[in-house]
């Protein structure tokens, strides 16, 4: 039984899903049906060698025999397989664009996917990929540590992972279902421990993914302003790093009717509004403005409070 596990399909090389993986699987049967028949030719002399007991008639068939057999067939069977192959190889140098760029991060033992937006901003997952069917995706890969492997059998090869160096790698996936990607180079005791689910989607479906995917992008990045810029340090919001008690509490701020003391209802623009000049709506109130963040950085720090529920 447990040597009928490389056969479940949803890690197969020889069930392709993709592009590069039916190249891969054409190769493959085409190499089996050729080594079958030639095993059965060479069989076959061999019984007929041992039963027949016969020696050739001259030397001159002996002859023939080693040329034809030793070095025609040879020749011709691997220059045919050689040119077979090399038709099957993908293109390692393109310029068009990608339908889909993503970064993968390999790490001991895990791998950072960080889809990229049109807007050229980043949602971060991980341990999981997505993909639209028909699509051309291309990774861009990087180690953090040792030199792992991408490989996702049902979609095509696999590609080395290497510190301090970007490589590029391409798959278009072209049926719809959930294969299994792993590493593919050892890279620790945990080697074995590092593989992702890929869900391939019809591409309406991986739209309505990565639109999800990417909604918490502005939140997060208003985050991590929240943090840098030390809002932190007088505000305080359970379950984050921030917990100063000079001003008021934040935690569950959007579920609030009012902010600032019951001076404005809770709204994006007076959220905008108090964050560039505090004192414009309340005189006197200790809170500083922050008119020197860009306009944009304020807004993530405005989604980022909204989604405070
Ligand atoms: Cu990472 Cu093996």
Redesign the pocket.
Known sequence: MPLLVGCVSEQSTLHPAGEDAAAIADLFWVMAAGTVVIWLIVMGITVYAVLGRKRPKTERFADRFILIGGVAFPTITLAALLIFGLALLPDWVRSDRPDLRVHIT?EQ?WWRVAYEMPDGSLANTANELHLPAGQTAEFVLNSTDVI?SFWIPNLGGKMDVIPGRTNLWRLKPTEAGVYRGV?A???GPS?AL?AFPVVVHEPDGFEAWLAGEAAGVEERRGHALFVSTGCGACHAVRGTSADGAVGPDLTHFASRRTMAAGTLPIAPENLQGWLVDPSHHKPDVRMPGYASLEETERDALVSYLLNLE
Request: proline share 0%.
């Open positions: 390999a033992y792992h590493c180079e050892f890279c080697h590092m």
